[in-house]
């Protein structure tokens, strides 16, 4: 076996996998970002996340259950920005859930840092697509919850809290309820309150599905931004491939029911990146010519029930 | 503004038609008193402390019927909605037994217990202890399920779960429980006075019958009402309303 030279003399500093980026962001110069070379030098990486032949059986009334999600294998780099694609019913949010630790898989192992996961833990926090936010409580209790749940001390908490409203620019609205806010708000108080228990992995679906165009851009930025910041890697569901092409380091697209893993791209294009650019635009549209065949089946399958009724 | 003006010219329009046929002595007046005679009644009763005792009395009953229901019940809601194995016989059970209207209850106390306070006590906790079961036990139900996976997944578990995230969660549902079980109570309670000498507001109701005074006993209906109605509709709606606002049920 002959050892490439380059490998031996060159070892490469480790950093956490970014992607191709650029050094300044909003105006602001970036810590250098070493380009990342390519995986296979020095010592193998451990994934952040590593799905390991990953299968979920619902069972039905009928008995023979209804298989959601079939021998998903994905490996997510610690920092990347990864965003899962697919049609509706493919079992994107349920693979969040089991990564999330919330539900058991059928087969298969989760691991985190190499490590499988065995229920909940506040190193991945999910954000729901529905939000959960505690109604009961105000902004700031929202965003203090899974503090006080870690014990963290009260000035701390206090600090915290504070740090994290002026993050998502919501500081005016630390005392009022989730009902006084308006959708794009509720997000990023979703958001505020998944990254205080400082989460390595952020597990988002559909977060921004229901918003408006205008909100929904807006947040892409800020949720770019936040991810800059706290260096954290980012599992994304979406049915939106422009979202995706917008916002991630790699899109993998599952196919509908049992959900696959169909096929990965990588979405090497420099940040900030906008949705109308015409490089954003065709890439959506590549993953979009892949993602039409499953769509196509999911209707198919929604009108032989209609059919069939 | 409008509606108390809607309010006040139907409730001026009410008593006088009331106090036209009244006049009219279509019928006499000892069965149809006119509304000053009712104004008598209660005045009277209040200046002879009849009908302050009645109050007084009643409503201790009802607050210790009620805690104790509310207490039990939650406990019992929590615990056939938590087994299925409890939800599927002592549920069903539960719901029959609703069927039974409260003053069924009053033979079988009366046996146990003879006439006495505890005999009216056990009918006001049968008659609300099963709404207020089934209602806490339709709140664990119905409540999201996503506040609980919230909450599991920010950290919390065990007590600190139910603590922090079940109980308020299913609040609404609490206080719907409540309110539901607070009108059943209402309703055992005055039966249960009506069958014997209890001094409480069914008695004084009782009271007008032997004496043939219509007026007493539209006046202690007309109490009866009026207490009713300020627990039930001030008290429980405005704390309905404002959850229900603040948990996002209803638009706000």
Request: hydrophobic fraction near 45%; charged fraction near 20%; proline fraction near 6%.
């Amino acid at each position: 076996m002959s050892v490439s030279p380059r490998n031996v003399l060159q070892p490469v500093a480790r950093v956490p996998y970014r992607g191709v980026r650029d050094t300044v962001f909003h105006g602001k110069p970036l810590a250098p970002v070493t380009e990342f070379p390519a995986p296979h030098v020095a010592e193998p990486v451990v994934p952040k996340v590593a799905l390991d032949g990953i299968s979920l059986r619902y069972r039905t009334t009928s008995g023979e259950g209804l298989l959601a999600l079939d021998n998903i294998s994905l490996e997510v780099e610690a920092g990347e920005f990864l965003c899962v694609v697919g049609p509706s019913g493919c079992g994107k949010s349920t693979l969040l859930h089991l990564i999330a630790g919330l539900q058991p898989q059928t087969s298969g192992t989760v691991l985190v840092d190499g490590k499988p996961v065995q229920g909940p833990g506040t190193d991945r926090i999910l954000i729901f697509q529905e939000l959960g936010l505690f109604p009961w409580l105000t902004v700031g209790g929202n965003v203090e919850f899974g503090l006080k749940m870690k014990n963290v001390p009260k000035a701390e908490r206090e600090e915290k809290v504070q740090h994290l409203l002026r993050l998502v620019q919501l500081s005016k609205f630390r005392d009022s309820y989730i009902h006084q806010l308006s959708g794009g708000m509720r997000q990023r108080v979703a958001l505020a309150r998944a990254l205080a228990t400082g989460p390595d992995v952020l597990l988002m679906d559909e977060p921004f599905a229901a918003l408006d165009a205008q909100t929904r851009d807006l947040l892409h930025d800020e949720l770019e931004r936040i991810w800059a910041e706290t260096g954290c890697t980012i599992i994304f569901v979406t049915h939106n491939v422009r979202e995706a092409a917008r916002l991630a380091d790699r899109v993998a697209l599952l196919t509908f029911r049992p959900g696959r893993v169909k096929e990965e791209f990588r979405v090497n294009l420099p940040r900030p990146r906008h949705m109308e650019h015409p490089d954003v635009t065709r890439m959506a549209r590549t993953i979009l010519d892949c993602l039409r065949e499953e769509i196509n089946k999911s209707l198919e399958v929604e009108y032989a029930d209609e059919k069939a009724r | 503004m409008k509606k108390l003006a809607k309010q006040v010219i139907f409730y001026s329009a009410l008593i006088a038609i009331w106090t036209l046929l009244a006049k009219l002595r279509i019928w006499p007046p000892y069965l149809f008193p006119p509304p000053w005679g009712v104004g008598h009644a209660l005045w009277d009763g209040f200046a002879d402390h009849s009908f302050w005792i009645g109050i007084a009395v009643t409503m201790k009953r009802m607050l210790i019927g009620y805690s104790l229901s509310v207490m039990l019940g939650m406990v019992l809601g929590l615990g056939v909605s938590s087994s299925k194995f409890l939800e599927e016989t002592v549920g069903g059970l539960l719901v029959s037994l609703q069927s039974l209207p409260s003053i069924c209850w009053i033979p079988l106390a009366v046996l146990w217990f003879g006439l006495t306070e505890k005999a009216i006590l056990f009918v006001v906790l049968m008659g609300s202890l099963l709404s207020v079961t089934i209602a806490m036990e339709d709140g664990r139900k119905q409540m999201p399920k996503i506040y609980s996976m919230a909450g599991r997944n920010l950290g919390a578990s065990g007590f600190r779960l139910f603590w922090s995230v079940l109980l308020p969660a299913s609040l609404p549902f609490i206080v719907n429980g409540m309110k539901q079980g607070w009108a059943f109570a209402w309703r055992s309670l005055i039966q249960a006075e009506m069958i014997f000498l209890s001094l409480g507001l069914g008695q004084l109701l009782m009271m007008g019958r032997d004496l043939s005074d219509m007026s007493q006993v539209l006046a202690v209906m007309i109490l009866i009402i009026i207490l009713g109605y300020m627990v039930d509709g001030l008290i429980f709606r405005t704390m309905e309303r404002r959850l229900q606002e603040k948990y996002g049920l209803t638009p706000a």
